[in-house]
């Protein structure tokens, strides 16, 4: 156990629905990230927020929507996502910055449908 | 950008033997950090061991060893009297800065009995 908590732990969705990611940490950690893990390619980083301020949006579709309320809650908002966004997505904190070993989640495995 | 490259994406050793897992990382940076990541089928990313680049000798933790070659760009991990438990993926990680982790596309590591 990280002290990263991700839900849900699975989840399938057809390609019109709305869902949602969560993620929390208790570890007074500064930093949170949502990396996406597909098969045969290396962990994409998403979204990076440090002090609830994202800092970080790597190219990613529209289609995700990261929310960030406080520091120990991160969200990722899906909608009208593609098959090929099907991968697990894992959630990560850090206190931030370099010297910073990242806490992962267990992800959330999603299938799009 | 930086970049870290895994050249074995699966490997095998037989229990109680020694393993090495190979990584390199290109980088014109002078200070940063690397990390040894390791997801058995629990999906959950631990850390293994980590190096800091301005420290010439290598890392250990218990059974897990690295060997870091700073000018080769090389950043190896060993693992002594391999256990059944060690299978799992293993991803290669590096930070500098302000850019959040980079990872590897991961060797799929086999103990077998």
């Known amino acids: 156990e990280t002290g990263v908590t991700q839900t849900p732990r699975h989840l399938v969705m057809g390609m019109t629905n709305k869902k949602s990611l969560k993620c929390e940490q208790h570890l007074g950690h500064n930093a949170m990230y949502w990396y996406k893990q597909s098969a045969k390619k290396p962990l994409e980083l998403m979204f990076v927020y440090n002090f609830k301020e994202q800092t970080e949006n790597n190219s990613v579709p529209s289609r995700f929507s990261p929310e960030c309320p406080n520091s120990s809650h991160l969200f990722l908002h899906l909608h009208t996502l593609q098959p090929e966004d099907s991968a697990l997505y894992l959630c990560?904190?850090?206190?931030?910055?370099?010297?910073?070993?990242?806490?992962f989640g267990q992800g959330t495995r999603l299938t799009v449908v | 950008a930086q970049t870290v490259t895994q050249s074995q994406p699966e490997m095998s050793v037989q229990e109680a033997e020694t393993v090495t897992l190979s990584c390199t990382y290109d980088t014109s940076e002078s200070n940063y950090y690397l990390f040894w990541y390791k997801q058995p089928p629990s999906r959950q990313m631990i850390l293994v061991i980590r190096?800091?680049?301005?420290?010439?000798q290598n890392a250990t933790e218990n059974r897990f060893s690295v060997n870091f070659q700073k000018a080769a760009k090389s950043f190896s991990l060993k693992i002594s009297d391999s256990q059944l438990g060690d299978t799992a993926m293993y991803f290669c990680a590096f930070i500098s800065g302000n850019t959040p982790l980079v990872f590897g596309k991961g060797t799929r590591l086999s103990v077998i009995a």
């Open positions: 190096q800091e680049a301005y420290k010439q």
């Open positions: 990560a904190s850090s206190q931030g910055g370099l010297n910073t070993e990242a806490f």
